[in-house]
C-alpha cells in the first residue's frame, strides 16, 4: 500500500483465500500440477498482484495494460502496451518476476509521427491511434513494432528500453491492418506477421528489410484467414514455428489458437489452447515467455473491458505432446483460467505501478500520458519549479473535455481503496478558464474550477450537466477523488488540505473507445487563449493486497 504524503486509508482486513495456491509449469512436454483457488466475482480484486508469501493472484495489475507482449532479456522482462490515442505511447513495464511490474518508458514521443489526427488540435482518433503491438530483442536493440488501423504498421528501436527511442518509421501504410509481430529466423532474415481485418481478417506474412524497417515487395504468404483473427504472435521453439492468434466466436467469446510448422511458410496445422469463457475467463493478448530454468508463462490482457480497463494477468504454460497449453490443462488438452500460482522468481521485492509526482524534476514522470498529443508550449515544470504549470486555451468543442488539449492523465486500478488528491494554485488563472480534477471513458465527470467576471466558482459536472459550487476567495484548493471496487467515484475539496467536503454527485467510472477510466487534470478556457494553473502535487494511494499469515 502507498502511505506517502500523510494521506490516511481506511484499514481493511488481508486474508488469505482458503486453498491459494500453487501453479508451476516445467519445460516442453511435461505437464504441470495446479491447486487453485476458485474465480473471484468479476472485479472483487481484494487479492491480486505479488501476495508477499510467495504465491501471486490474477490479476497482477488490475488496471487498463491491454494488448500486451512480454520478452525475456537475462534476468530481466519487459512487456510493452497499446496506449491508442495518449501520449507519449507504447508504455513499456519492467519487472524481474513477470508479476510486479513497474513503468519503464514509453517508445513513441510524438504521435504526429503517425497522422496529424493525434494532435491536439484535431482530437480524431479516439478508439484507435496506437494499437496492439510486440517487443523483441535482436542483435542488441530492442525493437517495437504496431499497428495503427488507419494508418498502417511502424517500427521504432532503442539500445536501451528506458530510451531514448528511435522515431518512427512506417514499414508498411495502409488502413485496416492490425496486431503485428516480427520475427527474425536463425539464417537472419526478418519476417512480419498481421491481420488485414478490412479484407476479412487475412493474416499475412512478409519479409522484412535487413534494417527491418520496411516490407520485401512482393512476398506474402497467407497463414490463416476468418472472423474476429487478431493477437498474432510468432515464435519459434524446438525446431517448430508457432503463430499464436486469438479468434472469436460472437456465441462464447474469444479464445486462443495456435499453429505451427516445420517450415515457416507452411503448411501449419492449427490448435485450440484455451477456452472461450468470456471476459474473466478470456485471455487472448498476450505474450509467451520462458524463464532460465525452462518454465513457460503466458502474459496477457482479459479481453472484455470494464471500468478499470483490460486488466492484466499471468498463466502457467503446459506443453502437451509439442503444444502449449494457456492456463490448466482441461477437457481435451484446452486451457482454462488460474487464478493464483507460485511466484515464477523467489526473493524479488513487491513494487507497483508508479503513481505520485510532486512536479519537482525537470521531465514528467513515465506514468503520465497527455491526452493525444499536447502543446509543447502550453504546459512547463520549468515556469514555476516544483509545479505543473498548465496553460488555457480553447477547446475544439466548448465546455467538452474530451475535445479540450491541455489534460495530463494516468491509469486508474480497481483495488478496494483509491485516494487522488490534487494541490492547485489559481492565482493565474484568467476569465472563461476552468481548471480541476477529472475522470473520463467515454463520459466526463470533472471536480474543478471556473473563473467568470473576475470571480471563481467551484464546480461539478457530468458531461453538459453543471453543477455550481460556492465562490472561493482562497486561491488555493485541493480536490480529491475516492473510490474502490465498485468504481464510485466520491468527488470532494479543500481550502486547507485537511478538511475534505464532498461535492458533486458519485460518478460510475466507465469503459468507453476501448480504454478504461482515466484520471487527470486538466484546465482550458472556453473564450480565449488565457490563464494558467498550477498543480503543487499528484498523489495516488491504493490498496496493496498482500496476505496475512
Known sequence: MNNDDKVLLTRREFALAAGAAAAMTLGPGVQASHRTIPAPRWGNWVHWGDQGNG??????????????????????????????????????????????????????????????????????????????????????????????????????????????????????????????????????????????????????????????????????????????????????????YYHLFSQYNPHVGRYLMMQRSRHITGPYEKRQISYAQRRAHEPNQGGLVQLPDGAWYFFTHHGDGDWEGRCASLLPVTWVQGWPIVGKVGRNNIGEMVWSGRMPVAGTPIVTPQTDDHFDESKLKVQWEWNYQPRADKWSLTQRPGFLRLHAFKPLQRNNLKKAGNTLTQRVLRTSSNIVTIALDLDGMANGQLAGLCHYSSDWCTIGVRREHGLIHLEWAHNYTIMRGPELRSRKLWLRSIWGLDGKSRFSYSLDGQLFRPFGNPYQLGWGDYRGDRIGIFTYNNESEAGYVDCDFFTYHYAHATSIT
Not at 493474416?203 to 528489410?209: A, I, M, R, S, Y
Request: proline share 5%.
Open 55 to 240: 504465491t501471486y493472484c490474477n490479476p497482477v495489475l488490475p488496471s487498463d495494460y491491454s494488448d500486451l507482449d512480454c520478452i525475456r532479456v537475462g534476468s530481466d522482462f519487459y512487456a510493452i502496451s497499446s496506449t491508442f490515442q495518449y501520449s507519449p505511447g507504447v508504455i513499456i513495464l519492467h519487472s524481474r518476476d513477470l508479476v510486479n511490474w513497474r513503468i519503464l518508458s514509453h517508445a513513441v514521443s510524438d504521435l504526429t509521427q503517425i497522422t496529424p489526427e493525434l494532435n491536439w488540435d484535431r482530437m480524431n482518433r479516439y478508439g484507435t491511434g496506437i494499437w496492439a503491438g510486440a517487443i523483441r530483442y535482436y542483435k542488441g536493440k530492442f525493437r517495437v513494432y504496431f499497428s495503427a488501423p488507419h494508418e498502417g504498421y511502424f517500427m521504432t528501436t532503442a539500445t536501451d528500453p528506458a530510451g531514448p527511442w528511435e522515431p518512427l518509421h512506417c514499414v508498411m501504410r495502409g488502413a485496416g491492418w492490425d496486431d503485428c509481430c516480427p520475427f527474425w529466423d536463425d539464417n537472419g532474415q526478418g519476417y512480419l506477421v498481421g491481420t488485414c481485418f478490412a479484407t476479412g481478417y487475412k493474416t499475412w506474412l512478409f519479409k522484412l528489410t535487413p534494417d527491418g524497417r520496411g516490407l520485401i515487395k512482393g512476398w506474402q504468404k497467407l497463414l490463416d484467414e476468418g472472423e474476429g483473427r487478431e493477437a498474432n504472435k510468432l515464435y519459434k521453439i524446438n525446431g517448430w
